[in-house]
């Protein structure tokens, strides 16, 4: 392959596929892995913090209860804001947080049946994964930009991707594991790429449109400055529905919360249809004439669309001071936000997503590998480094990430609750651990040759999955049976999908081992270099 | 007792995994390897080609007649593509498995 684009307009778009592929791999895969994985976040929280390991049997709850339970720990402390949320089976317990006007915070799980204070693990768990899936934990807004770039080059990838394989139907079921690595990674990457064009198409735009308002607010902000009443109105929540005002300063009682909130869902079970129950019950300045509840609803259980309903009450007359729904124009803007975020309870669509993201993160990795395998003979004689510095960022990329978040898991379940090291709590030094595990993977692939490092890495992945699950029991004594007979699907799934991981990474090494010992130069590929060719 | 939901879905999943099934062995590569060369054309290839899209239409109306248009859409777009993927391995890996269909 010329690093050159070829002349003719197929030639040019597989240059274009190839470069821009090699080039944006490592983003993307850390993307679609973190991606893939958040499809069960919830279940990863719950395995990683026990205490909220507790049966779905009370899915409501009065907030007024637990109004009254912080007023009498805290008596004397206005309330600035509370803040409540149950997001259905999937996480069963509730979600408050409280803020005083003296400037103090809390904030905690509790248990649904019993209100009481469930113990508070220091671990960011599936929140991390989101922050790295979102924006990279990259300060400012240059994450986001980043993993925006990320989903406008995957849709590149996926149309040029679309253009260059010449036999989409032909090969539509071909895979050939048997043959040499260059053809056996360009099958898998046709397979995977094709059979799951349309979810790899739409995850990467829902992802893209997610953030539509930015795209449509930058312009006006630029050229018409904050004053304009067009720009405020699109650069403002209030297309999402929000309002707020500030405390009156005046000492007024508030209202009961728990009528209010019924009163919410009684105007959205009419207006929809259907029975509705409120996600988020957030109050502010509680006890002050300004005070006002706000009522929300987000993600439906029974479709994909995201709902953005969200009802303001004022807190001392009960009068409706906003009800927001959003407008036709919004509605695909929800359905794609809404089919990206995942929230609905329909566990067949679920594991298809996860299918899905496994698929993508098996076409990227293969075609890493076929970018690294087409070359690697060339490479010997021209450009041993490039080669060698790509396929060291691609094992390093792929078994590496992969490893970092089983040594993840593994730090959440060896360090204790209270750890801390150098200032940093068990929360932040879980995170440590993921980006030490990596920083060893991709040191690992530096100083092994490329085979023998997938093969380890792969090894490596076998024994922090299965020793993940058992420093689960160890530690917690839930064990998958004990999960599945008490009911916890969550945590037993979490454990059954690392006993997966590890018996996959086990049987990858051992055949990777085996190709080795009867194809010592198979990786070497094929000498026709010249031409990048998709199908054959 | 079986929910209707889970009956249904099986039938989805049945009838997809089915019809991507016949549409590969339509193809003669594919006939040629499941039969371990014993056919180098598909028999009856445009027969197989019907009920194969038959079996995919009957995929569909199953997903969206128990899921509605907004989840039975990407329910059957994402039931294809891992039916497919599973039938593409089972080619690789366990072709006679499939015999029973060619």
Redesign the interface.
């Known amino acids: 392959m010329s690093n050159q684009p070829h002349s003719g307009f197929r030639p040019s778009m597989t240059w274009l596929h190839s470069w821009a592929g090699v080039i944006i791999c490592t983003l993307l895969f850390i993307v679609c892995w973190t991606g893939t994985l958040l499809v069960f976040d919830k279940e990863i929280d719950r395995w990683m913090r026990p205490e909220t390991r507790i049966a779905a049997t009370q899915l409501s709850y009065s907030p007024d209860a637990i109004l009254a339970q912080i007023k009498a720990t805290a008596p004397d402390r206005p309330i600035a804001e509370l803040s409540l949320g149950q997001t259905g089976q999937r996480a069963p317990f509730i979600t408050a947080s409280v803020s005083f006007t003296d400037g103090g915070s809390a904030s905690s799980n509790l248990h649904p049946a019993t209100l009481a204070q469930l113990h508070d693990s220091k671990t960011q768990a599936g929140t991390f994964l989101y922050m790295l899936h979102r924006n990279l934990l990259l300060p400012g807004v240059y994450g986001w930009w980043l993993v925006m770039f990320a989903a406008v080059a995957m849709l590149l990838l996926l149309i040029t991707g679309v253009i260059i394989h010449r036999k989409i139907f032909a090969d539509f079921f071909t895979f050939r594991p048997e043959k040499q690595l260059r053809r056996s990674s360009l099958d898998l990457h046709n397979i995977t790429g094709v059979l799951f064009l349309p979810f790899h198409f739409l995850i990467a735009f829902s992802g893209l449109m997610i953030f539509s308002g930015w795209y449509t607010s930058i312009p006006w902000t630029e050229l018409q400055g904050e004053t304009s009443k067009t720009a405020a109105l699109i650069t403002t929540a209030d297309k999402y529905g929000d309002y707020a005002r500030d405390s009156a300063g005046v000492t007024a009682r508030s209202l009961a919360l728990d009528p209010l909130v019924k009163r919410a869902e009684a105007i959205w079970t009419v207006r929809h249809g259907a029975p509705a129950i409120a996600d988020y019950v957030s109050a502010y300045h509680l006890d002050d004439a300004g005070g006002y509840l706000k009522v929300s609803r987000y993600f439906p259980e029974n479709r994909i669309a995201l709902n953005q309903d969200a009802i303001f009450f004022d807190l001392t007359t009960g009068k409706i001071l906003a009800d927001f729904t959003p407008s036709a124009v919004r509605k695909p803007q929800q359905w794609l936000a809404g089919f990206h975020f995942v929230q609905y309870s329909h566990w067949p669509l679920r594991w298809l997503y996860f299918i899905g993201g496994l698929a993508a993160c098996i076409l990227i990795g293969s075609g890493y590998t076929f970018w690294v395998a087409s070359r690697r003979k060339q490479a010997a004689i021209t450009q041993p480094a490039n080669v060698r510095m790509i396929e060291l960022i691609s094992i390093a990329s792929i078994t590496g990430l992969i490893a970092a978040t089983g040594a993840f898991l593994i730090a959440n379940r060896l360090l204790p609750n209270a750890a801390t090291i150098a200032g940093a709590d068990r929360a932040q030094l879980e995170i440590w651990a993921f980006f030490a595990a990596w920083f060893i993977a991709l040191i690992h692939a530096a100083l092994r040759p490329g085979q023998a490092a997938w093969r380890e890495q792969c090894w490596a992945i076998a024994a922090l999955a299965c020793a993940a699950v058992l420093l689960n029991w160890i530690s917690t004594g839930d064990h998958p049976g004990a999960m599945l007979a008490a009911g916890i699907w969550s945590v037993a799934g979490v454990d059954l999908m690392l006993i997966c991981t590890s018996a996959i990474a086990a049987s990858c090494a051992i055949r990777l081992g085996r190709k080795q010992q009867q194809q010592p130069d198979q990786q070497s590929g094929s000498a026709h270099l010249a031409q990048l060719e998709p199908a054959e | 007792m079986i929910p209707t939901t889970l009956l249904w ?1 099986l039938l989805a999943l049945g009838s997809s995994f089915g019809g ?1 099934v016949l ?2 062995l339509a ?1 003669a ?2 006939c040629s390897l499941v039969s371990g060369g014993y056919l180098a054309i598909a028999p009856a290839a445009r027969l197989k080609r019907t009920v194969g899209t038959a079996l995919l239409l009957l995929a569909l109306f199953c997903c969206i007649s128990q ?2 248009a ?2 039975g859409l ?2 059957f ?6 039916t ?2 599973l ?3 089972l ?3 366990r072709p006679y498995w499939l015999r029973l269909f060619v």
Not at chain 2, 77 to 82: I, M, N, Q
């Open positions: 879905l991507c549409l590969a193809q590569k594919h899921n509605g907004s989840f990407p329910l777009l994402f039931l294809l593509g891992s497919a993927l039938t593409a391995l080619l690789a890996i």
